[in-house]
């Protein structure tokens, strides 16, 4: 079965401080893993994914296929990064890549 | 270059009715996937459109059926709308069905059954 847990839904840190968003994935296969951020009023947008191993707005997620993990991580949290947090996962369905996502975690970032 | 662009942007209905969605895909875009999202929940798979061909669907009935027209722009259609059915629609479009390629979404449509 295809599965992306976010354990956390609310998540809240002070401005300067550390943050990790939690995801855990089931899947059967080589998986493909995105972090997908929505903004308030503004449409779902990728923010990273496990293949391409880069940092976006300093943000990082490393995939542990051992721990079938992918958590997403700020050394440095900014009120701007307050939003709406899913995971997903890449997955087959009927012959067609699909998402899978989270339930998503909402993180504030207070002053 | 353009964006995914849903319309209409909020929908109410009444239950037992037929509702059609509609979504025009970024340029260049070739296929285009829809999504329910239920309040507090992710972005669920309904189908996937590619080349004006259904090319694969999620846990959804067959009350739910989609088209794609040549430009590649897309509708998603519900018959016999239930409660159940209010949430966000949203479409998402990429270059191709694959998983190297990037979606894009829209803003989503507001679906509220009554």
Known sequence: ?111 | ETGVTQSPTHLIKTRGQQVTLRCSSQSGHNTVSWYQQALGQGPQFIFQYYREEENGRGNFPPRFSGLQFPNYSSELNVNALELDDSALYLCASSLKAGRNYGYTFGSGTRLTVV
């Open chain 1, 1 to 111: 079965a295809q599965r992306v847990t976010q354990p956390e839904k609310l998540l809240s840190v002070f401005k300067g401080a550390p943050v990790e968003l939690k995801c855990n994935y089931s899947y059967s296969g080589s998986p493909e893993l995105f972090w997908y951020v929505q903004y308030s009023r503004q449409r779902l947008q990728l923010l990273l994914r496990h293949i391409s191993r880069e940092s976006i707005k300093g943000f990082t997620a490393d995939l542990n296929k051992g721990e079938t993990s992918f958590h997403l991580k700020k050394p440095f949290a900014q009120e701007e990064d307050s939003a709406m947090y899913y995971c997903a996962l890449s997955g087959q369905q009927g012959g067609s890549e699909k998402l899978v996502f989270g339930k998503g975690t909402k993180l504030t970032v207070n002053p």
